[in-house]
C-alpha cells in the first residue's frame, strides 16, 4: 500500500477558471483507481467506471 500511496503523490487538484481538474493522472493510476472502487474514482474526478 505504501507503494500506491506515494504513486499518487504526484498527482495535484487544479482549479482554472473556476473548473476543478486533476493533473498527472496516469493510464496506470487510472487503472489502480479502477480497483480501488467508486469512491476512489470520484475522489480523483473519475466518474465512468469503464
Known sequence: MRWIFQ???AVHLVTIN???QVSNLTKELQD???YLGEY???YYLMFSSE
Do not use: H
Open 7 to 9: 504513486m499518487f503523490q
Open 32 to 34: 489502480i483507481l479502477r
Open 18 to 20: 473556476g473548473a476543478k
Open 40 to 42: 476512489c474514482c470520484q
